[in-house]
């Protein structure tokens, strides 16, 4: 269930229960980056708190998840809620970059992200990590999330560390070149729908 809070922002509330998970968020696209995150998972407050701080997406979200099962449940339930905040906010695209990019580095690691909003989702993921997981996130929940975010932004997402052996580092600098690329892609800088078939 969602509803947008106003037609001339670009913003939306979406809310998702099942017996797995319980999520709210709200986002503002043309916001600062002001965020208050709570999703069970202590390492994937961090990325989003980073996420949106770079992007200047303002982003609430709340969880609450079964976590004493496993990270996986609350890790993809949310990815799909603000995949599907994201695509709500943007409305009919109407003047939108449309495509993203962005190269991040973090110490030794350094990350890379291209992304279309062009309505196909499809996701591209190329990174190994040292660890299993971090203060429980699962690494290999990583690229599970961004598939997830994908399909319900309807969206390709490219992402690639090229270089790093630290995990913390990578994965760092993955959502921040993800919040760079997006931050490109959803800025207006134009007219019109960016596509030759008029939708996006």
């Known amino acids: ?10 913003s939306a509330k979406v ?15 043309d916001g600062s980056g002001q965020h208050s995150i709570d999703s069970g998972v202590f390492f994937l407050d961090h990325m989003l708190a980073n996420f949106s701080k770079h992007s200047g997406i303002d982003l609430t979200l709340h969880c609450k998840g079964d976590t004493e099962v496993d990270d996986h449940h609350s890790v993809e339930d949310i990815a799909l809620v603000m995949g599907s905040a994201m695509l709500e906010a943007l409305g009919d695209k109407k003047g939108v970059q449309r495509y993203g990019w962005s190269m991040i580095p973090m110490d030794e690691a350094l990350a890379r992200c291209a992304l279309d909003l062009g309505g196909r989702s499809y996701c591209v993921f190329k ?20 598939l997830s975010l994908s399909r319900t932004l309807q969206a390709n997402i490219h992402l690639t560390v090229l270089e790093g052996s630290n995990t913390h580092h990578k994965i760092e600098a993955l959502f921040k070149a993800f919040a760079y690329a997006l931050k490109q892609a959803v800025s207006i800088t134009g007219t019109s729908v960016p596509s030759t078939k008029g939708t996006l």
């Open 1 to 10: 269930m969602s509803e947008n809070a106003n037609e001339n922002i670009r």
């Open 15 to 29: 809310k998702r229960k099942t017996f797995e998970t319980d999520i709210q968020v709200e986002l503002n696209l």
């Open 127 to 146: 990174c190994d990590f040292n660890r299993p997981d971090i203060n429980g996130f699962s690494t290999e929940m990583i690229e599970h999330f961004f």
